[in-house]
């Protein structure tokens, strides 16, 4: 089995950063695709960040400059930093674990980012 655990989340001033972490559990981290998602309220799923098992990363393009996504496969955890905050930021930030190998896709519970001056 395989499980998300998010953390990092808070209030934080715009201009301000914050670190998200999330922490996989099972043996499938190392060959597969992490992102992290985001929805606001009343919005629509948002894809912010995604890294590749080899390494690439692509990122939206309102949070590139701002936003950089990393792994670390050895303690199976993917990070996003996130500098110069706006109120835009605003949202439920989700881990999201893509297994190639079986098509599996997995969620974290989600963590709540709020900018607010």
């Known amino acids: 089995q395989v499980q998300l655990v998010e953390s990092g989340g808070g209030l934080v001033q715009p201009g301000g950063s914050l670190r998200l972490s999330c922490a996989a559990s099972g043996s499938i981290f190392s060959s597969s695709t992490v992102a992290w998602y985001r929805q606001g309220p009343g919005k629509q799923r948002e894809l912010v960040a995604s890294?590749?098992?080899?390494?690439?990363?692509n990122y939206v393009d309102s949070v590139k400059g701002r936003f950089t996504i990393s792994r670390d496969n050895a303690k199976k955890m993917v990070i996003l930093q996130m500098n110069s905050l706006n109120v835009e930021d605003t949202a439920v930030y989700y881990c999201?674990?893509?297994?190639?190998?079986?098509?599996?896709?997995?969620w974290g519970q989600g963590t709540q980012v709020t900018v607010s001056a």
């Open positions: 890294i590749t098992s080899g390494g690439e990363t």
């Open positions: 999201n674990v893509r297994w190639h190998v079986a098509g599996y896709v997995y």
